[in-house]
């Protein structure tokens, strides 16, 4: 019987744990890798259920890129061809999903991998997670958003030096620049993403959303209209809480913190 291409758990309510299945060709993404991963991502953001999404890889590494030796062989086509239509467009569909998404990387991210990584919200990495942008030495023009998102995680300066060269950035260089969360040793990888992704599902519901887009869309925006979209919103938001559930929450926050 053939693996399927994309391992998905359900096992834990509210959160959807999606696994990257070519561990014999470092996950690269194939048009059947890819058009399940849109497919099954969007399945978790068409559930009002699923409340945080978990992406990892199998084997020794998470993501290498497009396959391009497929590519190569002509089986699929770069900008207008397979490749470039929405249902083969995995970060398209990272970016409909509404809630908190983390990323478990266990190994290499590389180029297209480097960028399913970088539409995570949250990155944990073990200590041979490893990222590169390889499209200057392919030939391949980005359309993930590498270009842009590197940038504004890093710096300018720093991001062209990582795409200019095509040379490795360490999980422990990765962190101290800040587009990890902080690196963990390889066996607690996926249990601190699966401890966090818990985090997260502890709080109230709603505010997983409203909280992820005040912050990507006020990120777009220049400060003073940023500000401004949090007040708007905010206000939106809070005319529906009522008094008493925030006391209710004021207690169990309290009780969690004297826990801890």
């Given amino acids: 019987m053939t693996e399927p291409v994309v391992l998905v758990d359900r096992a834990t309510p509210g959160l959807v744990v999606l696994t990257l299945n070519r561990p014999e060709a470092m996950n690269a993404l194939s048009v059947a890798l890819m058009a399940e991963l849109t497919r099954q991502i969007d399945a978790a953001a068409a559930d009002a259920s699923v409340r945080v999404l978990l992406l990892a890889g199998a084997g020794r590494a998470f993501c290498a890129g497009l396959d391009l ?12 061809g397979e490749l470039g239509v929405a249902e083969h467009d995995p970060v398209a569909a990272l970016e409909r999903f509404d809630g908190p998404i983390i990323g478990a990387i266990q190994g290499a991210a590389v180029t297209g991998g480097f960028e399913l990584a970088l539409a995570c919200d949250v990155l944990l990495a073990s200590p041979a997670a490893r990222f590169a942008d390889t499209h200057a030495r392919i030939g391949i023009a980005p359309g993930w958003g590498l270009s842009q998102k590197l940038s504004r995680a890093i710096g300018p300066y720093r991001a062209r030096e990582v795409s200019f060269t095509g040379n490795w950035v360490s999980a422990e260089q990765a962190a101290a ?3 990890v969360n902080r690196v963990v040793p390889a066996e607690q990888l996926m249990p601190q993403a699966r401890a966090l992704a818990a985090d997260m599902l502890s709080t109230v519901p709603e505010m997983l959303r409203h909280y992820k887009a005040v912050i990507r869309d006020g990120y777009a925006l220049p400060y003073g209209e940023a500000m401004q ?3 708007q919103r905010g206000r939106t938001h809070n005319a529906r809480v009522a008094a008493d559930a925030v006391e209710s929450r004021r207690e169990a926050v309290r009780e969690r913190n004297r826990g801890g």
């Fill in 177 to 179: 620049w800040g587009f």
């Fill in 229 to 231: 979209l949090e007040r």
């Fill in 69 to 80: 030796k497929e590519i190569g062989a002509g089986r699929s086509r770069l900008g207008g």
